[in-house]
């Protein structure tokens, strides 16, 4: 009699919920380094890593090819071939980017990406609330974020991270390092810092572009999603682990109210 869940859309809205906090639960999942031919293990999550196609391309383009590129995300591009790359992926091309494409004009594809998205990447009703983590700090600032982030639609949630993933590696470029045989391998000079400058009004934004009553961000705002975007690069990979405390709490909700449900995932786990 225990039901059968293969997509999240089966489950009831409440367990839909709660389920929802626990898609980025076990580690193992999030290991980019992991073998695509093994069979993955199964976390308490029905459905499917949710990163659109363009994301991740762009990010894996940049990581092959852009890490060592002076000001990546800040020199300009070719807007006829970006156009003619944004047109391919809007009409569901399998497009393949390789060491021939610009890295410039990729990397302002994935800015023109999220800034156009219809919701931004963390939804404009998440925006004040972000924000107002720019005024805590320590422990308080990164307990707040992550509770934030466990709000987030499954497919923001996913993306955001594989976006955070992708800015961590390239502030970790960003200084010039030597290879053994003394050869400089020179920094593409994008701190933490100024990859948020870059990506913050992108990521988090008040009003859609090009609204008629869009204003201009003051610079507390501006400050805000700054600082806000620096930690979430900085602690991406523990802001998006669910603790084992917090896990066995939605469980035993769950246990109260879909009894059937949870014990479907707890055997598949």
């Known amino acids: ?3 059968s869940v293969d997509s999240i859309t089966d489950l009831s809205d409440n367990a839909s919920e709660l389920l929802e906090a626990l898609q980025l639960s076990h580690p193992h999942e999030l290991d980019p380094r992991r073998s695509r031919g093994k069979k993955k293990p199964l976390s308490l999550n029905p459905i499917t890593w949710q ?3 363009i994301v991740d391309r762009c990010c894996t383009h940049l990581e092959m090819h852009g890490l060592q590129t002076v000001g990546i995300f800040r020199v300009g591009s070719s807007k006829k071939r970006v156009q003619q790359l944004r ?4 009409r569901g091309l399998d497009v393949f980017l390789d060491e021939h ?3 410039h004009d990729v990397a302002a594809l994935l800015k023109e990406f999220l800034r156009d998205m219809p919701d931004s990447l963390i939804p404009r009703e998440l925006y004040g609330a972000f924000l107002s983590t720019a005024t805590m700090e320590g422990p308080a600032q990164l ?3 992550q509770l934030l982030l466990f709000l987030l639609p499954p497919c923001h949630s996913d993306t955001l991270l594989r976006l955070l993933r992708f800015l961590a590696e390239v502030a970790r470029h960003a200084e010039s390092s030597w290879d053994p045989e003394g ?3 020179p920094g ?4 933490v810092s100024n990859l948020a400058t870059v990506f913050g009004p992108n990521i988090l934004q008040k009003e859609k572009p090009g609204e008629k009553d869009a204003v201009a961000l003051n610079f507390e705002d501006s400050a805000a999603i700054i600082l806000v975007l620096q930690r979430l690069i900085e602690h991406h990979h523990s802001l998006f682990m669910v603790s084992p405390e917090r ?9 109260q109210t879909d009894p059937d449900v949870i014990e479907y995932l707890l055997r598949r786990k």
Do not use: W, Y
């Not at 047109?87 to 809007?90: A, I």
């Not at 896990?247 to 246990?255: A, M, S």
């Open 188 to 191: 593409n000079k994008m701190t």
């Open 87 to 90: 047109e391919e992926f809007d």
């Open 183 to 185: 050869h400089e391998i």
């Open 143 to 145: 307990d707040t974020l």
């Open 101 to 103: 494409q610009s890295v």
């Open 247 to 255: 896990q066995c709490d939605v469980l035993r909700r769950l246990f």
């Open 1 to 3: 009699g225990a039901m």
């Open 51 to 53: 990163v659109p196609r």
